[in-house]
């Protein structure tokens, strides 16, 4: 089985600084997809930003770029220019790549604060 | 378009009551996903639907709780003779398509309280 490490319980950065939130992950396939989550207090799961494991090249969306490294299977989410509006706990999950079946498999989370 | 919606958004049962959580996806979509989140942890994967066929009912925590589909529409995840260790966030989400190149939409959960 699958599993996903989030090794930082909470995080805290200064507004407009960069932060790193970390995350490994256990698999026997070569295939598969990884994605980060951010879930503010209204509970609702929105994602950030995903990587497809047979692409090379890092995948980025604006403010928010990945650190894949497959052979150490880690899977790192870099934030530059942090705002207040980054505030919120970020999840690291895990797809196969046939999906459905197992649906995401999901980290514990990090607590992002951001500090005005 | 509206997003999934979940109802309702707060539930306290006593335990040993069945309860009742509903999800209505996107329309359209024609996969649908159950997750729990107890508190301080992260999501667990219960089911999915792929139209109104649950293929694999093994993330079910235990046989107390099932699930149904109503065509492509509305879910239900029931829960019978609930437990305190049952409270959590259930949260659902839909795709279009099953698979993971179609991104799941999730709903505001229903937080289950069990006193």
């Known amino acids: 089985a699958q599993t996903v490490t989030q090794s930082q319980p909470e995080m805290s950065v200064q507004e407009a600084e960069t932060v790193t939130l970390s995350c490994t992950y256990d698999t026997s396939e070569s295939d598969y997809y990884l994605f980060w989550y951010k879930q503010p207090p209204s509970r609702q799961m929105i994602l950030v930003i995903r990587q497809e494991a047979y692409k090379q090249q890092n995948a980025t969306e604006n403010r928010f770029s990945v650190n894949f490294q497959k052979a150490a299977k880690s899977f790192s989410l870099k934030i530059s220019d942090s705002q207040l509006g980054d505030a919120a706990m970020y999840f690291c999950?895990?797809?196969?790549?046939?999906?459905?079946?197992?649906?995401?498999?999901f980290g514990k989370g990090t607590h992002l604060i951001i500090q005005p | 378009g509206a997003g999934v919606s979940q109802s309702p958004s707060n539930k306290v049962t006593e335990k040993g009551k069945d309860v009742e959580l509903r999800c209505d996806p996107i329309?359209?979509?024609?996969?649908l996903y159950w997750y729990r989140q107890r508190l301080g942890q992260g999501l667990e994967f219960l089911i999915y639907f792929q139209g109104n066929s649950a293929p694999d009912k093994s993330g079910l925590p235990s046989d107390r709780f099932s699930a149904e589909r109503t065509g492509e529409s509305v879910s239900t995840l029931t829960i019978q003779r609930t437990q305190q260790e049952d409270s959590a966030v259930y949260l659902c989400?839909?795709?279009?398509?099953?698979?993971?190149?179609?991104?799941?939409?999730f709903g505001p959960g229903t937080r289950l309280t069990v006193t």
């Open positions: 329309s359209g979509h024609t996969a």
């Open positions: 989400a839909s795709s279009l398509r099953q698979g993971v190149s179609y991104e799941q939409y």
């Open positions: 999950a895990y797809s196969s790549r046939r999906g459905g079946a197992d649906g995401l498999t």
